[in-house]
């Protein structure tokens, strides 16, 4: 009975994890770019009473034998990178990837970080930057007489600039990729960071290799489904239910044990 209440605590605690996630989830449901999380749970270690396949006489084995578990855990959680849908803006600067990778900033201390956020502006020196004002990567400023600004499925930036015919070529937008973008590192700010897991990462003209393409005059939303969110939080809750009826139950069985023995 006391090691019921043991179980039922950790059964508690991963709930109680798994609710948090949820509620991260819903909270981001209207996060331009934002990746659901998901809970990964694994059973803790068993307690061997009797091995199975142990003998039980000298011709027999036991063909299950006795094994108690002693719980459940939080190993890791993930983020799963499914597309979300893509809404028109028809603002020139909002971009969506359509299909795999991320867009690259520059962050004030010289690193890389990577996003789906697509809802890009101009600086005060023309410079196309995220809400943080970080720079996107590669690097393109915009000329501050420019009438009309393309981008092209491929990331081909051109401005058409007034008293000038035809276009003005700008740059190139690169799309980066990873092996295991799970590995990537949330920081916030719908920002990742490359870690070891995710891989290094790869950076290729959108479209090709495997590599999302750009769709200008659009944001990619949240991925997160509200009703399917919804029914696992019914679902939280009615686990942790269960489990703190244990905790009750075996609370009752050690009274009436303490009572009348």
């Known amino acids: 009975m006391i090691q019921a209440l043991w179980i039922s605590k950790t059964g508690l605690s991963a709930q109680d994890t798994r609710l948090s996630t949820i509620s991260n989830n819903l909270a981001n449901a209207a996060t331009v770019g934002y990746k659901r999380d998901s809970v990964v749970f694994e059973d803790l270690l068993y307690q061997i009473r009797r091995q199975p396949g142990a003998q039980s006489s000298e011709s027999t084995q036991l063909p299950s034998g006795v094994q108690i578990g002693t719980g459940v855990r939080v190993i890791g959680t993930t983020k799963e990178f499914t597309s979300g ?19 690259e900033v520059l962050l004030p201390d010289g690193s890389q970080a990577y996003t789906r956020n697509g809802q890009f502006q101009v600086n005060a020196t023309g410079e196309i930057v995220n809400a943080r004002g970080y720079p996107l990567q590669p690097g393109i400023t915009i000329p501050d007489n420019a009438q009309s600004i393309t981008i092209s499925s491929d990331g081909i930036v051109e401005a058409t600039v007034f008293g000038q015919a035809g276009a003005q070529g700008l740059g190139t937008l690169t799309v980066t990729n990873f092996i295991n973008p799970a590995g990537l590192q949330a ?9 070891t897991a995710s891989g290094a990462p790869i950076a290729g003209t959108p479209g090709e290799d495997g590599i999302g393409s750009i769709e200008q005059g659009s944001l990619e939303n949240s991925n997160v489904d509200t009703v399917e969110e919804l029914v696992n939080m019914i679902t939280t809750q009615r686990t942790y239910e269960m489990n703190s009826k244990v905790i009750s139950t075996a609370d009752q069985m050690l009274q009436f044990v303490s009572q009348n023995l």
């Open 85 to 103: 849908s893509v809404e028109i803006t028809e603002q020139p600067l909002d971009l969506a990837i359509v299909g795999r990778g991320f867009f």
């Open 187 to 195: 920081i916030g700010t719908n920002l990742f960071l490359e870690t």
